[in-house]
Nanobody, 123 residues
Framework: QVHVVESGGGLVQTGGSLRLSCAAS????????MAWFRQAPEKGREFVAA????????LYADSAKGRFTISRGNAKNAVYLQMNSLKSEDTAVYYC????????????????WGQGIQVTVSS
């Protein structure tokens, strides 16, 4: 059974930083692309960033480029999202998803999801 768990969210001031973590179990981690999506209140889930295995290729939403960095630690079955220069519009529930093979920015392409974690950026 696949299990995905996010951690590291919380409250931060505008301009601050947070590091989200996602731990996956029950799958062959090294075969799987990992990604972060987010969902703000009254909005749909949107793509943030994705990384393939072994981490040679990354894909970012325009809103994340230059501020967020996705990385993975294969030994620990984890993927991370370092978020810097946070803005109020980054406030959302952040979800970690996994899929086989290549990266994708489409929510429908991902097979397994975590429960999500709240990130709140206050001014």
């Amino acid at each position: 059974q696949v299990h995905v768990v996010e951690s590291g969210g919380g409250l931060v001031q505008t301009g601050g930083s947070l590091r989200l973590s996602c731990a996956a179990s029950g799958l062959i981690f090294r075969s799987y692309t990992m990604a972060w999506f987010r969902q703000a209140p009254e909005k749909g889930r949107e793509f943030v960033a994705a990384i393939d295995w072994p981490g040679a290729y990354t894909l970012y939403a325009d809103s994340a480029k230059g501020r967020f960095t996705i990385s993975r630690g294969n030994a620990k079955n984890a993927v991370y999202l370092q978020m810097n220069s946070l803005k109020s519009e980054d406030t959302a529930v952040y979800y970690c998803g996994t899929r086989r093979y290549s990266v994708s920015n489409s929510e429908d392409d991902y097979d397994y999801w975590g429960q999500g974690i709240q990130v709140t950026v206050s001014s």
